[in-house]
């Protein structure tokens, strides 16, 4: 029965998000995962009210990555003449976003660390 729940919560954010995408041109499973993220970090739903049926999910991620695959393989007639663009696109977008978050991490990084300095500079000094 608690998986039940569980699966019921993480269910509710998902359709959620689906009605909410008909308002904005968002994914419908984008909005629901913010909304479970609002939801967990305001703490309106408690982590152990889905931690077991989302660790379970995210365990089992592979088998949600099927039906696309076997899409792709069904279609491939039609995707027969562009797949080196497609290879050339997926590359380059793989990189961007490895150097889009490189900097990220390394900005947050900094400042991070920089609030640390200012805080042992001030307590040496006092």
Known sequence: MKIIKQFFVI??????????????????????M???FLALHFKWVK???IE???NWLVANMGLFFVPPGVGLMANFEMLKGTWWQLL???FITTALMMIFVGRVVQRIKRKFD???FLKKEFKSHV
Not at 11 to 32: D, H, N, Q, T
């Open 114 to 116: 920089k609030k640390i």
């Open 52 to 54: 077991e049926t989302g």
């Open 11 to 32: 269910f509710l954010f998902s359709f959620l998000g689906e009605m909410l995408s008909k308002l904005v041109p968002i994914p419908g499973s984008v909005i629901g």
């Open 88 to 90: 050339i696109l997926m």
């Open 47 to 49: 982590l152990s009210q």
């Open 34 to 36: 913010v909304l479970l």
